[in-house]
């Protein structure tokens, strides 16, 4: 799949030398093709064997319009390049031990959403089967991006083709079980439940920081039918670190691939208004900080993506900025082996 323009304009910033003492992510990221060697400018040929995370982008928002949403997620994936480039890398990914490419971008066009959402589970699962594939992370788009990362696993060769045990952890205000006539931002869980369902497998969902007003009576039965494991925001905040940590680990215990996915709204408003239903309360980064350190720890965390945000309603890069701490902290735990 060609890379977008943006993903390659993404990769720059700062350069104090070169050198693991000053790698950022913009020097060692490595734009390449999925499964083609590289034919163009800006393309890298890497050794398709070396240990390394792969990057790739969702840019679509109709999942967002249909749930009536504020739009402007489609170009979230740009800038949460642009929020990653300057950070500083350290440790393995410093060194080259383990590389970090960029596989460019699927895109919903138009209202096609079904298309978009088939093109990126492509995407993702090239990326999980790529040899030497530590991690792939999704940068999306809005939670529509969701479903078509759970095609994406499905369609690899690890999960259920595998005999493995895999579940979700959802870090999010919303449980996003929608029943709706077509899909949105808002269903993908249900779908998974339903497909899980229909493959006589039980959908391993829990998630954390749901926002009580926010989620109707019938979303919470819903959850309750499927047994989904979840804390409310206010939960998040009695238990802290150590509860949240705990609560993650339970859940890893049981399986053997993790697929994160982190909806930015579950922060506070203060610290990601750019999102399309932004956190009255929310439960603050720290402590979401703590859920994916855990779920990197867990040696486990296979799938990550990262959703909802639209830059067009960011104040000074805030969520941009929150997101890609929380990105390049799953991504170095993961390369510098799960601890």
């Not at 978009?116 to 529509?144: F, I, N, W, Y």
């Amino acid at each position: 799949m060609p890379h977008s323009p943006d993903s390659r304009s993404a990769w720059t910033g700062r350069h104090d030398g070169d050198g693991p003492e000053h790698a950022r992510w913009h020097q060692v990221v490595q734009p390449v093709q999925s499964v083609q060697p590289a034919e163009g400018p800006g393309d890298v040929a890497v050794d398709p064997a070396s240990d390394h995370v792969s990057l790739l982008g969702f840019r679509s928002e109709e999942g967002v319009r249909r749930n009536r949403g504020r739009i402007g997620a489609a170009d979230g994936p740009a800038a949460l390049r642009r929020a990653l480039a300057p950070l500083a890398l350290h440790g393995p990914l410093a060194e080259g031990a383990v590389g970090l490419h960029d596989l460019g971008d699927a895109e919903t066009v138009g209202e096609d959403l079904e298309g978009g959402q088939a093109a990126a589970a492509a995407l993702t699962s090239a990326a999980l089967d790529r040899a030497g594939s530590r991690m792939a992370v999704v940068l999306g788009g809005g939670h529509e991006t969701a479903w078509s990362s759970y095609l994406g696993l499905l369609g690899s060769g690890l999960g259920p083709r595998a005999g493995q045990r895999w579940g979700v952890l959802n870090l999010d205000a919303h449980f996003d079980l929608r029943e709706e006539p077509r899909p949105t931002s808002g269903t993908p869980f249900a779908q998974m439940a339903a497909a899980e369902q229909k493959v006589g497998r039980e959908l391993r969902y829990a998630v954390l920081g749901i926002a009580e007003p926010s989620n109707t009576g019938a979303l919470f039965a819903a959850a309750e039918r499927l047994g989904v494991r979840w804390w409310t925001d206010e939960q998040c905040l009695t238990a802290g670190t150590e509860g949240i940590t705990r609560f993650v680990e339970e859940f890893t215990a049981e399986l053997d691939i993790l697929y994160l996915t982190i909806d930015l709204d579950v922060l506070p408003a203060a610290t990601a208004p750019g999102v399309s239903a932004p956190a009255a309360y929310g439960v603050p980064l720290p402590l979401i900080a703590a859920a994916v350190r855990a779920a990197a720890a867990s040696g486990k965390l296979t799938l990550l993506d990262v959703v909802e945000l639209n830059p067009s309603l960011d104040i000074d890069g805030r969520t941009a900025r929150a997101a890609a701490r929380l990105i390049h902290d799953a991504v170095r735990a993961v390369a510098d082996g799960g601890v």
